[in-house]
T-cell receptor
Framework: DQQVKQNSPSLSVQEGRISILNCDYTNSMFDYFLWYKKYPAEGPTFLIS?????DKNEDGRFTVFLNKSAKHLSLHIVPSQPGDSAVYFC????????????FGTGTRLQVTL | GAGVSQSPRYKVAKRGQDVALRCDPI?????LFWYQQALGQGPEFLTYFQNEAQLDKSGLPSDRFFAERPEGSVSTLKIQRTQQEDSAVYLC?????????????FGSGTRLTVV
């Protein structure tokens, strides 16, 4: 049972435009959400996170939106740059069991010139 | 070191062979995690240590999988009698805080191929 779902395996966006990556979850106990970025042959690197008490968190070009009622979150990258090309993973945790992250299957973002 | 170091980077094992994967976390990091990432999937939690104590091993898929961190620093993930379904990238991560997913630093992983 996939508790965190990223339904788009890939996304292609032109440089300078907005990239929107989506993530849905089913477990209502999740209360903290994170996005990780992964380049080939490297481990995932933390990008941005959001607590369930917020609906938006922004860090430079990256903004994460959380819609708790829809159990949906999204990552916006504006403007997209070629160096953003990577696989993006959505992850969730229940801070009651805060040691464990549940990841989605990832979305491969390609930013074209 | 500056990051989480994992060795070996690549391991090919014959089915039935035992393997040991090593993780050197960032110095001083209390928490250490192991994840398994199969091809085309996201990482899946295996186990969690706080210092030398293994606080959560609920993700270990079978009793062939065993992890230890005897002195609260280096950790080893051991897989006995490897099977083809064990083929995956094994990721180690560490964090300064306790029981917190925030600020995980992942290593580059060990790619295990069982033939």
């Amino acid at each position: 049972d996939q508790q965190v779902k990223q339904n788009s395996p890939s996304l292609s966006v032109q440089e300078g435009r907005i990239s929107i990556l989506n993530c849905d979850y089913t477990n209502s106990m999740f209360d903290y959400f994170l996005w990780y970025k992964k380049y080939p042959a490297e481990g995932p690197t933390f990008l941005i996170s959001i607590s369930s008490i917020k609906d938006k968190n922004e860090d430079g070009r990256f903004t994460v939106f959380l819609n708790k009622s829809a159990k949906h979150l999204s990552l916006h990258i504006v403007p997209s740059q070629p160096g953003d090309s990577a696989v993006y993973f959505c992850a969730a945790s229940n801070t009651g069991t805060a040691s464990k992250l549940t990841f989605g299957t990832g979305t491969r973002l390609q930013v074209t010139l | 070191g500056a990051g989480v170091s994992q060795s070996p980077r690549y391991k090919v094992a014959k089915r039935g062979q035992d393997v040991a994967l090593r993780c050197d976390p960032i110095s001083g990091h209390v928490s250490l995690f192991w994840y398994q990432q199969a091809l085309g999937q996201g990482p899946e939690f295996l186990t969690y240590f706080q210092n030398e104590a293994q606080l959560d091993k609920s993700g270990l898929p079978s009793d062939r999988f065993f992890a230890e961190r005897p002195e609260g620093s280096v950790s080893t993930l051991k897989i006995q009698r490897t099977q083809q379904e064990d083929s995956a990238v094994y990721l180690c991560a560490s964090s300064l805080g306790t029981a917190s997913p925030y600020g995980y630093t992942f290593g580059s992983g060990t790619r295990l191929t069982v033939v």
